[in-house]
Nanobody
Framework: QVQLVETGGGLVQPGGSLRLSCAAS????????VEWYRQVPGKEREWVAR???????DYLGSVEGRFSISRDNAKNTVTLEMNSLKPEDTAVYYC??????????????WGQGTQVTVSS
């Protein structure tokens, strides 16, 4: 199973910025749609953003204009730029991706999550 590794979480003050990255642990034939979700303890996981293989993007309404998702197809990585962060953005952020392995097998995987804390 393809492993996804998220990096870039941390503690930031309100109004600050963080950059999260999601990368596959092995070389792939293709990385298709990649999504970011977030989850707060006691609540359901919430969808945040999506980027398709054709680089079409969609965002949760509350992050539109503050978050930006992009991809580097050569490196099979996806980045979530988060600006103007608010305390309510505090959560564990997960990436979810589907694609095709180098052995031409379909996969869909979750990352292990990275903590984002927005606090003064």
């Amino acid at each position: 199973q393809v492993q996804l590794v998220e990096t870039g979480g941390g503690l930031v003050q309100p109004g600050g910025s963080l950059r999260l990255s999601c990368a596959a642990s092995e070389s792939l034939y293709s990385l298709n749609t990649v999504e970011w979700y977030r989850q707060v303890p006691g609540k359901e996981r919430e969808w945040v953003a999506r980027i398709t293989s054709g680089s079409r993007t969609d965002y949760l309404g509350s992050v539109e204009g503050r978050f930006s998702i992009s991809r580097d197809n050569a490196k099979n990585t996806v980045t979530l730029e988060m600006n103007s962060l608010k305390p309510e953005d505090t959560a564990v952020y997960y990436c979810n991706a589907e694609g095709i392995t180098s052995k031409m097998e379909l996969f869909r995987s979750w990352g292990q999550g990275t903590q984002v804390t927005v606090s003064s």
